[in-house]
């Protein structure tokens, strides 16, 4: 039995759900979620909270059992709280600013890199070097953050790029400790 599957997911006052055949419309304050729903998989609100349960009991049955409820959890948590990953830019001249629906990044190269921002997220810069990701969809958050990341990844000699904050990165000595 999948236990995370099994255990209902409690609905906010101001969270919506709407089912369909196929997927489950989430709305809340923050915005509105679509989640797909795989063939064998049924849900249903009863009183105040949602319950996924599924109609045969395959090893693909119950794999989507578990992730049909955790991709539900995570989107009603999205319309009520939201999502944020939060990105360092660590190194000498490297900043970053919003500018309209675009992030501006000098990154050490000799072009500015423009990345447009995408309609359902907001991104924030403080102090030039501290960029905040938010959103109400967890994956799309997650790929935004992981973009703007992979233009210059934290290089293990000197430590500059663009990290995750709280990131480890493991420092190599140079040529000159040998």
């Given amino acids: 039995m999948s236990r995370i599957g099994k255990q209902p997911i409690p609905l906010p006052s101001a969270?919506?759900?709407?089912?369909?055949?196929?997927?489950?419309?989430?709305?809340?304050?923050?915005?509105?979620?679509?989640?797909?729903?795989?063939?064998?998989?049924?849900?249903?609100v009863d009183g105040g909270i949602l319950v996924v349960s599924r109609q045969e009991d395959t090893k693909q049955g119950r794999s989507f059992h578990g992730l049909t409820r955790a991709l539900l959890?995570?989107?009603?948590?999205?319309?009520t709280e939201g999502y944020k990953r939060e990105l360092d830019i660590v190194g000498?001249?490297?900043?970053?600013?919003?500018?309209?629906?675009?992030?501006?990044?000098?990154?050490?190269?000799?072009?500015?890199?423009?990345?447009p921002i995408p309609p359902a997220i907001t991104i924030t810069v403080d102090k030039g070097t501290h960029v905040t990701v938010t959103g109400h969809d967890r994956q799309q958050v997650g790929q935004v953050a992981a973009q703007i990341r992979a233009?210059?990844?934290?290089?293990?000699?000197?430590?500059?790029?663009?990290?995750?904050?709280?990131?480890a990165v493991?420092?190599?000595?140079?040529?000159?400790?040998?």
């Fill in 151 to 167: 233009y210059r990844k934290c290089e293990p000699y000197k430590g500059k790029g663009v990290q995750y904050t709280g990131e």
């Fill in 15 to 44: 969270v919506k759900v709407s089912i369909q055949e196929g997927f489950v419309e989430v709305q809340g304050p923050k915005g509105k979620t679509v989640t797909p729903v795989p063939a064998g998989i049924s849900c249903a």
């Fill in 92 to 115: 000498v001249g490297y900043k970053a600013a919003v500018e309209g629906a675009t992030l501006n990044l000098s990154l050490g190269f000799s072009h500015p890199v423009a990345f």
């Fill in 170 to 178: 493991v420092r190599k000595a140079g040529k000159a400790a040998k």
């Fill in 73 to 79: 959890a995570n989107a009603v948590r999205g319309v």
